[in-house]
């Protein structure tokens, strides 16, 4: 019998702590795949962990951001066992003044023992993130 049991306010409790930067959630060696395993400093995609993917992802998208936060907010989730398919807007400003609004989708499974994310297949507007990464530069 699994000693975890995944449910809505799990999911909830999750990206209220993603939304002020605690992945405590989150196994550090997790396999984190956005779009394509196919690596793309610009369109930000491949396979990452959780330390890859905030210095190789996380980094470089909010530097070009205002505030240097995307806020998300969760429109719709379903859970299938330890699965949950997670749909998502993530609104924020590039420094450019332009808008950054882009949608997701994230597939995330979870441990049945500790109840963490092991994985995490996301789906994003990833020209979206080429354009950000292309008409921004970096804050300092």
């Not at 995944?6 to 959630?25: K, M, N, P, R, Y």
């Not at 995609?45 to 905030?54: C, Q, R």
């Not at 859970?79 to 989708?105: H, S």
């Amino acid at each position: 019998m699994p000693k975890f049991t995944l449910t809505q306010e799990h999911i909830a409790s999750l990206f209220t702590g993603f939304s002020s930067g605690d992945v405590s959630g989150v196994d550090p060696e997790l396999k984190w795949t956005i779009g394509s395993e196919t690596k793309d400093s610009v369109r930000l995609t491949g396979v990452y962990n959780l330390a890859t993917w905030s210095k190789e992802v996380r980094g470089p998208l909010v530097s070009r951001l205002q505030g240097g936060v995307v806020t998300p907010t969760v429109q719709c989730v379903d859970i299938v066992g330890n699965k949950a398919i997670v749909e998502l807007v993530g609104t924020a400003t590039q420094l450019n003044g332009k808008p950054y609004n882009n949608r997701y989708i994230w597939i995330l499974i979870f441990s049945e023992d500790t109840g963490k994310v092991v994985e995490i297949r996301e789906y994003l507007d990833t020209a979206l993130c080429q354009e950000v990464m292309q008409n921004n530069s970096p804050a300092a």
